[in-house]
DNA sequence: GTTGAAGCGGAGGGTTGCCTCCGCTAGAGT
DNA sequence: ACTCTAGCGGAGGCAACCCTCCGCTTCAAC
């Protein structure tokens, strides 16, 4: 939980073709899954993805021979990023860089809420990936934790299931979900 | 939000049938969407919900002309169930028996995400259900509130987005999830 | 017991999605 | 410029699902 967080580029099951054509295809396959991950959950239509893509269907198999391997590459570009912020807001003080990498969180977890559904724990990918980000924001939580600004009786998982359950809710508005979501994090934190 | 509670049942699309054979059906079709929905989600199978029934497809379209009727009716039942237990707890004490019908709350919207994900706003029969829900539970909230037992930022809706959010979420035991729900609820209460 | 209508099941036609295969295209190295 | 191979797209076979339609069955009223 405190060890020092990792790039996960390198364990990426399909890797980016080299050739410029192909390139750009792979690209567009992957920002488009995202799309429809998004938009349709885990069941999206691959031939669909393909069309957003402008590409054939064949070309889509090349890349990303099943739907995991789809998964796994949009849940691992997601991951990376997360660990990126986690280094960004490292220097702002305990409880606010932990809300604040919460945030990103909650946002990321909402486009990839699907991805996750996908990859029951028997995923490699999915497990390093899992790791790596905890590896990332653990030590965040640690900090507040010892800061004496989280409460003693909880621990990072059960936070992060508690921030990806209300933000996957479906709310009103944006407001509503950040009154609902700083209501929670109230239980969270020790009352000074 | 301070009206009494109504029954549903009259409201509900599609009747029971009075033959014998056609009841039973009907009922096993009821119990086998709500099991499938629980299960596959709102994009559940029809021909598997019938096969689960141990009808022919012919027989679920009869009962239930379109999905949305099925939804409908699993939905419906399940509300009535929450109206019921909302009469139960009334004579707890304003916290106690907010969280009470909260537990239930929960248990039912695991069962009926699905059914919600699918009936949007526009139906008539959603709308009047939920009415009759936020009927059921809202003088729950408002007296807790009185109380001065739960925060006063925030509204009865606002606790049932949080509640669902976290319930319908995957956890890795029951534990975990009473531990979260209730961390979460601390935050609704106002600190004595 | 008879009878007629309410109810039954599933065949079948259409649609959509999954995945493979292969003849064609165009990028990259010489 | 030439080549040759990596890469392309989509036709096509298969499966699942949706929903309709209709000949057969079974309940229940008399």
Same mark, same amino acid.
């Given at each position: 939980?405190?060890?020092?967080?990792?790039?996960?580029?390198?364990? +990426?099951?399909?890797?980016?073709?080299?050739?410029?054509?192909?390139?750009?295809?792979?690209?567009?396959?992957?920002? #488009? $899954?995202?799309?429809?991950?998004?938009?349709?959950?885990?069941? $999206?239509?691959?031939? *669909?993805?393909?069309?957003? $893509?402008?590409?054939?269907?064949?070309?889509?198999?090349?890349?990303?021979?099943?739907?995991?391997?789809?998964?796994?590459?949009?849940?691992?570009?997601?991951?990376?990023?997360? +660990? =990126?912020?986690? &280094?960004?807001?490292?220097? &702002?003080?305990?409880?606010?860089?932990?809300?604040?990498?919460?945030? =990103?969180?909650?946002?990321?977890?909402?486009?990839?809420?699907? +991805?996750?559904? #996908?990859?029951?724990?028997?995923?490699?990918?999915?497990?390093?990936?899992?790791?790596?980000?905890?590896?990332?924001?653990?030590?965040?939580?640690?900090?507040? &934790?010892?800061?004496?600004?989280?409460?003693? *009786?909880?621990?990072?998982?059960?936070?992060?299931?508690? +921030?990806?359950?209300?933000?996957?809710?479906?709310?009103?508005?944006? #407001? &509503?979900?950040?009154?609902?979501?700083?209501?929670?994090? *109230?239980?969270?934190?020790?009352?000074?």
């Amino acid at each position: 939980m405190t060890a020092p967080s990792f790039p996960i580029s390198e364990i +990426v099951a399909s890797r980016r073709p080299h050739r410029k054509d192909a390139a750009r295809n792979y690209d567009a396959l992957l920002a #488009a $899954a995202r799309e429809a991950f998004a938009e349709h959950g885990a069941e $999206a239509s691959l031939e *669909d993805i393909a069309r957003r $893509a402008g590409v054939g269907i064949g070309t889509l198999y090349r890349n990303f021979p099943t739907r995991r391997h789809l998964f796994e590459s949009v849940y691992a570009d997601e991951v990376n990023t997360l +660990v =990126r912020v986690a &280094q960004e807001v490292a220097e &702002q003080e305990p409880w606010e860089a932990l809300t604040a990498w919460l945030d =990103r969180f909650a946002g990321y977890m909402v486009t990839k809420r699907a +991805v996750r559904e #996908a990859l029951n724990d028997e995923s490699e990918i999915f497990t390093a990936c899992r790791d790596s980000m905890y590896a990332a924001g653990g030590p965040l939580f640690a900090r507040a &934790q010892e800061a004496g600004q989280v409460r003693r *009786d909880m621990d990072f998982v059960d936070l992060l299931r508690m +921030v990806s359950g209300i933000t996957a809710t479906a709310f009103d508005d944006d #407001a &509503q979900r950040d009154r609902v979501l700083s209501i929670a994090l *109230d239980g969270v934190r020790v009352s000074h």
